[in-house]
T-cell receptor
Framework: ETGVTQSPTHLIKTRGQQVTLRCSSQ?????VSWYQQALGQGPQFIFQ???????GRGNFPPRFSGLQFPNYSSELNVNALELDDSALYLC?????????????FGEGSWLTVV | AQSVTQLGSHVSVSEGALVLLRCNYS??????LFWYVQYPNQGLQLLLK??????LVKGINGFEAEFKKSETSFHLTKPSAHMSDAAEYFC????????????FGKGTLLTVNP
């Protein structure tokens, strides 16, 4: 149990639709990051939010966007869904400070695009 | 930019045998190194991490890893495999600064035979 909760756990969307995934970070953590894990691959960094501001982004198009709220919970939004967006989306939280801090992952949201 | 290479996408051992999962990294600055485990249909759980100090790091469930700078390696070992160790294992690297991005390897699937 990492204290990071995600919803929904599973969902199916049609190509072209939009999806919102939600994440509640561990208590006391002000940094949230999102990762995409395609089947058989390692997680890929999408972006990171620190105190409600995006401060790092991976190689993902602008149709992947996010928000972080004052309570440090977060949303990942994906517009114009494509079949290749089918993946496990992982939310992770951590405290600020030095980069040796542990990043704690949630159980993930499984997205299937048909 | 940093990168991680996990040698062997699939490792199979007998119960009670030594587990050795290989990880090599590339980084232009001193790295922080992590091993995560992922059980089927679950998120990522931290096994152990190296930040600074002692190069032999002990983690949960009897796992340990040794940071070897000269070999740019961070191999994961366990003296005696248990059936419950069957899972996917990911090595990850992070470098200093405010960006907490983790760069993952592609993972190694460990199977344990009775």
């Amino acid at each position: 149990e990492t204290g990071v909760t995600q919803s929904p756990t599973h969902l199916i969307k049609t190509r072209g639709q939009q999806v919102t995934l939600r994440c509640s970070s561990q208590s006391g953590h002000n940094t949230v990051s999102w990762y995409q894990q395609a089947l058989g691959q390692g997680p890929q960094f999408i972006f990171q939010y620190y105190r409600e501001e995006e401060n790092g982004r991976g190689n993902f198009p602008p149709r992947f966007s996010g928000l972080q709220f004052p309570n440090y919970s977060s949303e990942l939004n994906v517009n114009a869904l494509e079949l290749d967006d089918s993946a496990l989306y992982l939310c992770a939280s951590s405290t600020d400070g030095y980069s040796g801090n542990t990043i704690y992952f949630g159980e993930g949201s499984w997205l299937t695009v048909v | 930019a940093q990168s991680v290479t996990q040698l062997g996408s699939h490792v199979s051992v007998s119960e009670g045998a030594l587990v050795l999962l290989r990880c090599n990294y590339s980084s232009s600055v001193p790295p922080y190194l992590f091993w995560y485990v992922q059980y089927p249909n679950q998120g990522l759980q931290l096994l152990l991490k190296y930040t600074t100090g002692a190069t032999l790091v002990k983690g949960i469930n009897g796992f340990e890893a040794e940071f070897k700078k000269s070999e740019t390696s961070f191999h994961l070992t366990k003296p005696s495999a248990h059936m419950s160790d069957a899972a996917e294992y990911f090595c990850a690297v992070r470098v200093g600064g405010s960006n907490y991005k983790l760069t993952f390897g592609k993972g190694t699937l460990l199977t344990v035979n009775p």
